[in-house]
Structures are given as C-alpha cells and as structure tokens.
C-alpha cells in the first residue's frame, strides 16, 4: 500500500480528488458526474496532444510543432469539406490523420537525417506550419454555417452518456498503452530516451526511432485537428494557440521526464486531466486569467522540480547498490 501512494501518478491521482472536492465547497454542482464527464470531454483533445507529445519526449526530443499542424491539418480539412461537401466523412479523417502525419514526418526527417536539434527543427515549422495555414486560408476564416452537419455532428453524438469526442480520447489512450507497453516501437522509444548508447550496441536504430515518433505525433495532431474543429465549428489560423505548451505541461506534470526514457500513459492522461480540472475551475471561483496563467507556471516549476529530484535520487540508489553488489563480490 505504501509503494502504491509513493507512485507518481497514485499522487496526482489524490491530488486531483482534493481539488475537485476543494472546488466543489465553492461550486456545488462541480462534483456531479455530468460536470465531471463535460470537464472530460473538454480536456480530451489535450489528452491526444500530450499523448503524441510524451511519445516524443520519451525519445529525448519535443514536439513544439503539434499545435501548428492542428492548426494547418485542421484549416485543410476544413476547407476541404466546405468546397466538397460530398465527400464521406471518413475520408476527411483519413486526410486529417495523414497530412498531419506528413508534417511530423519532416520533423523527423529534419532531426534523423540532417541531425538538427529537435527543439530548432520543431520551433522552426511551428511557424511554418502557421504561415502555411494563413496561406492555404487567405486569413479567412471557414465557419459553421459552410461545414457540412455530419461533420459537426459526430463528435457531439453522446453514446452511452458521453460524447463521442470522450471516447475516441479513450480508445487514444488504451492504443498507446499497448503500443508503448507491448510493442517493439515502445522499448525502443524508452531505450533511445533513457540511454541512447547502451540502446545502440543493443541494435536500436534510435534515428528511425525518434523519426517514427516524429510521425505517430503528427498523425495524431491530425486526428485532434478534426475533433478542435468539428467541436469548435469553426476553423482560422490560430486555432489550438499555445497547446504545445500545454501538452509539454501536462506531460511534465504526469512524471514525464524531459531528459526522456522516463514516464507513463496513465502520468500523461492525469497530468491532462489536472490541467483541465484548474482551467475549468479557477474561472468559477472567480479567478483571473493572468492569475490562472500564473498557478499554471507555478504548477509546471514545481513538477519539473519533483521530477529531477526524483530521478537523482535514482541515480543515486543505482549507485549505491552497484556499489554494495561489488563489496559482496
């Protein structure tokens, strides 16, 4: 029991409860389970974003870009379905996902072949990306009234209680378990990021791992290009500004480590969860948003604080007990 509590995301997990049942004596419907499940679905894009931001930071690298290709992805799509309002659904979420998956594609190709730094290479097509939404747009926005009803309708569509944006965040969440768990991919994503040599002489081709990384975030900042824009029922230059900082944020605060190698699916969705839980609380207790932004940076020190004292006190048990191993021999 005590191991359990001691785990990171068991923490965050009690955390969390506190919060809700500290809002809840200011806003007494807080609590209830319809408001719950609506904090859920709002923060559910976000949990996709970090999701494909955590599969690149395992590999020591960041995805500054992912907000920028849902902003391009999005806009293309969108365009796509006002001049062609014949075409099936599934096919503009098939467009969505492989265009997005396009762009990471050159990130990773940027960071593999030509050995760029990933933070350049992302901060660079960030504002690509962004300049390219503007050019494909003309500036113009697309609204509701030229997208088609099934393509605004299908996210809302509650099944079992729940929309069905939750439940594709909920099918995300349970594939990249399984891929990062079970999957070649994953162990070689958490060899590249937790020791990039030791993974070499393994015969991990770290290169093509981060690349593939580069490409699975990307198809998913596709994917959540559809859900931001059918939900939102509008699609301009700026749409999804600044989530990459959120997605970094809710990736550091689940226990993700920046250094890489290090966290969880289960840390990213709560790290998630936790943000979504204070945006959607401090507005109703009345809070500012300049001073919403502020508790939001205070949270992220504070996380990447915990984090490396973590991971120093690992290092240093590791030590110890090699030492203790060899005093034995």
Known sequence: MARLIRKRETLLFLIIVVMIAVFSTRASDFATPSNLAGIFNDTAILIILALAQM????????????????????????????????????????????????????????????EIPPIVVTLGTL????????????????????????????????????????????VIVLVMYMLLKYTQFGR????????????????????????????????????????????YAVAYVDIANGFELDSVAACVIGGISIAGGVGSVAGTVLGALFLGVIKNALPVIGISPFTQMAISGTVIILAVVFNARRERNRGRIILRDRAAAEVAA
Request: avoid cysteine; glycine fraction near 10%.
């Open 188 to 231: 070689s994503a958490y060899a590249t990021g937790g020791n990039p040599t030791a993974a070499v002489y393994a015969g991990v081709d770290t290169g093509r791992t981060k690349f593939l990384a580069f490409v699975l975030s990307g198809a998913l900042a596709g994917l959540s290009s559809y859900l931001w824009v059918s939900r």
């Open 55 to 114: 599969t690149v930071i395992l590999t020591k690298s960041i995805d500054l870009s992912v907000a920028a290709n849902l902003a391009f992805t999005g806009m293309a799509i969108a365009m796509m379905n006002a001049a062609y309002p014949g075409l099936p659904l599934v096919v503009l979420i098939l467009a969505a996902v492989l265009i997005g998956a396009l762009l990471g594609m050159i990130n990773g190709l940027l960071v593999w072949q030509l």
């Open 127 to 170: 504002t690509i990306y962004r300049g390219m939404a503007f050019v494909l747009s003309g500036g113009a926005w697309v609204n509701a009234h030229q997208m088609t009803e099934t393509f605004l309708s299908v996210p809302r569509t509650n099944i079992l209680g729940m929309p069905v944006l939750s439940w594709v965040a909920i």
